[in-house]
């Protein structure tokens, strides 16, 4: 499959070989990083005082008018942009939200940079 990978999208079989030479534990590591990593990009790059195009929200999809994390991304952005007033007045757990991702973020770095292959 990784072959097929690195042959459809260019990889040099150098970079895919040390992939799948790293133990599973740090190949998760690494993986949990990237999509951690984006995920907070994707937060932060879009206005977060203009309406979401995009709602993701289950408990608005069943019905619900609000839910414990209504207004969570928006105020992830805010921080990012470090309005810290406007995050802590849109969502009151925003900052503590930031500080786990960012230590879950450094874990997994830590985890990828010095484990032995």
């Not at 993986?31 to 608005?60: H, M, N, R, Y």
């Not at 008018?65 to 309005?83: N, Q, T």
């Not at 802590?88 to 484990?115: D, G, K, Q």
């Amino acid at each position: 499959m990784l072959t097929l990978v690195s042959h459809v999208f260019g990889y040099p079989s150098r970079v895919m070989g040390r992939f799948t030479a790293m133990n599973r534990g740090v190949r998760h590591a690494l993986v949990e990083a990237i999509i951690w990593c984006a995920g907070l990009v994707g937060v932060a790059l879009p206005d977060p005082a203009q309406p979401s195009v995009i709602d993701l929200c289950v408990f608005k999809w069943i019905g619900f008018a609000s839910c414990p994390g209504c207004g969570l991304g928006h105020a992830m952005g805010y921080l990012a942009r470090g309005e810290w007033a406007l995050a802590l007045e849109t969502h009151w757990l925003s900052p503590v939200v930031m500080i786990v991702l960012l230590a879950r973020i450094s874990s997994a770095v830590w985890t990828v940079r010095y484990t032995p292959s």
